[in-house]
């Protein structure tokens, strides 16, 4: 593609990647062997890639974690939201892994010292979430319109399922939360029942959905919310807390 | 592209009694019990078989990919491609238990109290079996085994207790090693992860402790990137790297033109002497390389290559019998590509396994058991000079095949899109 051809990717009144160059399959195989780089360890992850303007100087790590963060609408709310708190974006598709990349360089220019805090990387976090986090690091996870995966053949694709909860909870700390909410009825159950019966994780109350800003976030910052609110389609979140289990603390 | 044939075939593999009592080499389907302090050749006592089956005698019908006694050596346990588990008594060497797993079994490990086993599939899942209170000579009631952690749809290549119980540790072929706490009440999953090991740049391919009581909190794994690695196992800390292959030469000697990325492969390791000496078997190294382990100098060295003069013997499979500071050896393949044998097994040991590494391979006719040991372990006393070479190499690419990832080129990606299974269905 020509230098021109490049240009013209992003919008000119507004200097933002335009989508439709990034448009990809809306669904993707997580069970595939992938061939993109993925650090060894959370130690390996650069951070001054990610966050030039905080690092090297900083010794932040990231807190915040959007898994299948799609075309990067909650990321971009929550940039403004925690302007202190460093947080990332997971998504596996290439294109709109690139296409969030980009939105962000673009908002950096266009709006001097903010979205410093906030980043992409294209990875299958079902695979590698432990390469990029330690123990305990993130204090809160997003889970937000993820493929339903409807055949029971192929239920085990679920982000959210019984045993990746292990290792959310992992990377979670105690009193992190993890926020899921979903379009589709049947995975809405499936994700809150998951939650439920997991020994790690206890849902948060009415009272403290409310207190929490982020809450409002999920239905109406992403793109995939607010086709739903177009549609006036229904939502079904779950919101859970880590907990330290209670029998099996040894 | 590979014809799947080849990524069928299985190394031999080695077990030895924590008493000393008995040897078993397990090749393919074939598993075969030697008694050491009778002398003869064991027949397994299998009633679970059934007659029906046309095709042998053996219990297993398929590759055997995992073989272990158990920490007391109350126990046996053997599984693999056949999706089968059996436990079998080594007193009686009966099977007193069977069990169908719904897919092919990688790893196979059992809690050091003997009261449960685990064993993980190759979608990753590990599943566990509570056997608490069994007898040894009666068949054990049968139970379902209940899913216990999963690593995502990754081959589960190594399964281990750490000596205190405290955690089961999985590897895979992601270059993961998990560890997760191993609850009081297993059968409602284990969630709680205590660490992961992350080091290695290629698939896990063995995993082992120290015995020692003041070291169990270590542990050492072996990779296809050619190292071993020493871990805090608490922590996941990485506290020292040694490039087995490298040290022992084989990179350099390699300089031939043909430059393999992943023929030197750590295949097993195996920890004597309460983990001051660990014995290495890496692809393509025709011995072992024995690393010397200073724990609290946490660091290992390359001690010593011991190899088997006459012979280019690559070894597939260590045990160790530590009342006589033995380290038994096997190589071997379930089947030959081509040739005339079926299967080939070959059984080395070394004695004199100490700090002064005084280590001698044993010659045949000193070996313990004598030439009826070999007869009943590699199924013939003499073998076969010519097939070595081939088994090692068969054992290689089967093993490249499992477990190092595929790389498709752009254009016979696409065509491989459009052979894809589920469109098949729809034409």
């Known amino acids: ?250 | 592209m590979e014809e799947t044939e080849a990524t069928e075939v299985a190394p031999a593999l080695i077990a030895v009694h924590p008493h000393r009592s008995s040897v078993v080499v397990a090749v393919g389907y074939d598993l075969r019990v030697f008694d050491l302090l009778a002398g003869v050749g064991v027949t397994l006592l299998d009633d679970s078989s059934s007659s029906s089956s046309s095709s042998s005698s053996s219990s297993h019908k398929d590759s055997i990919r995992a073989i272990r006694f158990s920490a007391n050596g109350k126990l046996f346990v053997s599984a693999g491609d056949d999706k089968t588990l059996k436990i079998w008594s080594p007193i009686s060497w009966r099977c007193i238990f069977t069990l169908s797993s719904e897919k092919r079994i990688s790893a196979v490990a059992i809690s050091n109290d003997e009261s449960y086993v685990c064993f993980a599939d190759k979608f990753g899942v590990v599943w566990v079996v509570d056997i608490t209170g069994f007898d040894a000579n009666q068949p054990l009631l049968y139970k379902k085994p209940t899913p216990l952690l999963s690593h995502y749809c990754s081959i589960i290549t190594s399964l281990e207790f750490s000596p205190d119980d405290r955690f089961i540790l999985s590897a895979d072929r992601d270059f993961k090693i998990r560890v997760t706490n191993f609850p009081k009440k297993p059968l409602n999953g284990a969630h709680e992860i205590q660490s992961f090991c992350l080091g290695h740049t290629e698939f896990v391919s063995c995993l082992a402790f120290f015995q020692a009581q003041e070291c169990q909190q270590h542990l050492l794994s072996g990779s296809g990137d050619s190292t071993v690695q020493l871990w805090d196992v608490s922590s996941g800390a990485l506290l020292d790297t040694c490039e087995v292959a490298n040290k022992a030469g084989l990179l350099e000697s390699n300089g031939n033109g043909k430059s393999e990325e992943h023929g030197h492969a750590v295949t097993d390791l195996c920890t004597t002497l309460d983990g001051l000496l660990v014995a290495v078997a890496i692809q393509s190294l025709q011995g072992i390389a024995l690393l010397s382990c200073n724990v609290s100098a946490q660091t290992l060295t390359l001690a010593k290559v011991v190899s088997f003069d006459g012979e280019a013997f690559v070894p597939t499979c260590l045990g160790y019998a530590s009342s006589a500071r033995e380290l038994w050896i096997v190589t071997g393949v379930s089947s030959l590509p081509g040739g005339s044998h079926p299967s080939f097994a070959r059984v080395r040991v070394i004695s004199g396994i100490d700090i002064e590494q005084k280590a001698v391979v044993v010659e045949d006719d000193k070996i313990p058991g004598g030439e009826k040991l070999l007869e009943t372990l590699q199924g013939t006393a003499s073998v076969d000079e010519n097939a070595f070479l081939a088994a090692a190499e068969a054992v290689k690419t089967a093993m490249c095949n499992l477990l190092i990832k595929k790389h498709y080129p752009s254009e016979s990606r696409e065509s491989r899109k459009k052979t894809r299974n589920d469109r098949k269905l729809k034409q």
Request: hydrophobic residues 35%.
């Open chain 1, 1 to 250: 593609m020509s230098e021109t051809g490049v240009k013209s990717t992003f919008s000119k009144s507004t200097g933002l990647p335009r989508k439709r160059f990034y448009r990809a399959r809306a669904h993707s195989n997580p069970l595939s062997d992938s061939h993109f780089p993925v650090p060894i360890s959370p130690s390996h992850v650069d951070y001054s890639i990610h966050f030039p303007q905080i690092f090297p100087d900083s010794s932040k790590k990231i807190q915040f974690a959007d898994v299948g963060c799609g075309f990067g609408g909650l990321l971009i709310s929550l940039a403004t939201l925690f302007p202190e708190t460093l947080m990332v974006g997971m998504e596996l598709r290439d294109k709109v892994s690139e296409y969030v990349k980009e939105r962000i360089l673009s908002l950096r220019v266009a709006n001097p010292g903010q979205y410093q805090n906030v980043s992409v990387v294209r990875t299958n976090s079902m695979k590698y979430i432990p390469n990029y986090f330690e123990k305990g690091q993130l204090s809160k996870m997003f889970f937000l319109f993820p493929d339903p995966h409807f055949k029971e053949k192929n239920h085990r694709r679920r982000v959210i399922s019984p045993f990746l909860l292990d290792e959310y909870a992992y990377v979670l700390g105690v009193g992190g939360i993890i926020y899921t909410i979903t379009d589709v009825e049947e995975l809405g159950d499936w994700m809150k029942s998951c939650l439920e019966n997991h020994p790690m994780f206890e849902a948060l109350t009415e009272k403290e959905l409310e207190a929490d800003p982020v809450v409002k976030l999920l239905s109406c910052a992403t793109e995939e919310g607010q086709k739903v609110a177009r549609n006036e389609g229904q939502t079904f979140q779950a919101v859970y807390r880590r907990i330290v289990p209670t029998e099996q603390t040894s």
